[in-house]
């Protein structure tokens, strides 16, 4: 079972150049969602989507874009990425509208801007 | 809004201790509440939940979290802790909203277990 996974798993950027952090699950969930992850601040939510073809922001989104084409992949696009988006980003997917249901988590993308 | 607290940043127990973990939320309605664990370099791992019902949930790895309504709390136990459960521990609140489940960590708190 591959669950949910990450791609790459460390990244190094410099200011303003641009990328994609990959997400791919492959267990049907409709649900997944980007968190990042920094020092004492716990996980928080950046963009999430329900399903194919809809998204929405979460606590955190700006300077990050995402797509949700099909229901296995959800990329997290930085357009133009600044030392602040620096941190450690997590996938998660989720069965549909299902509070029973746990968040499944990829194991990171650690990203460095400099 | 939802909001969670753990207000242990870092704890140290020796090996064969007890354990218990602080958390509390901030909900105006009956919260969903977890407890995640993210080993070094891993993604996080359910641990427990509670939705309703009995108070004390039970989780994998021996671990136990009760609700206590009256002090907003949901604090995470394990009788006698093992070299490998050091690790970070995290605290979240859920609510399903417009068809989606939204989650709030707290900052979590990282184990360091003593041989």
């Known amino acids: 079972n591959a669950g949910v996974t990450q791609t790459p798993k460390f990244q190094v950027l410099k200011t303003g150049q641009s990328m994609t952090l990959q997400c791919a699950q492959d267990m049907n969930h409709e649900y997944m969602s980007w968190y990042r992850q920094d020092p004492g601040m716990g996980l928080r939510l950046i963009h999430y989507?329900?399903?194919?073809?809809?998204?929405d922001q979460g606590e955190v989104p700006n300077g990050y874009n995402v797509s949700r084409s099909t229901t296995e992949d959800f990329p997290l696009r930085l357009l133009s990425a600044a030392p602040s988006q620096t941190s450690v980003y997590f996938c998660?997917?989720?069965?549909?509208?299902?509070?029973?249901?746990?968040?499944?988590f990829g194991n990171g993308t650690r990203l460095t801007v400099t | 809004a939802q909001s969670v607290t753990q207000p242990d940043i870092h704890i140290t127990v020796s090996e064969g201790a007890s354990l218990e973990l602080r958390c509390n939320y901030s909900?105006?309605?009956?919260?969903?509440l977890f407890w995640y664990v993210q080993s070094p370099g891993q993604g996080l791992q359910l641990l427990l939940k509670y939705f309703s019902g009995d108070t004390l949930v039970q989780g994998i790895k021996g671990f136990e979290a009760e609700f206590k309504r009256s002090q907003s709390s949901f604090n995470l136990r394990k009788p006698s802790v093992h070299w490998s459960d050091a690790a970070e521990y995290f605290c979240?609140?859920?609510?399903?909203?417009?068809?989606?489940?939204?989650?709030?960590f707290g900052q979590g708190t990282r184990l360091t277990i003593n041989p």
């Open positions: 998660a997917s989720t069965r549909p509208s299902s509070y029973n249901s746990p968040l499944h």
């Open positions: 909900y105006g309605a009956t919260p969903y």
């Open positions: 989507s329900v399903g194919a073809g809809i998204t």
């Open positions: 979240a609140v859920g609510a399903v909203y417009q068809g989606a489940q939204k989650l709030v």
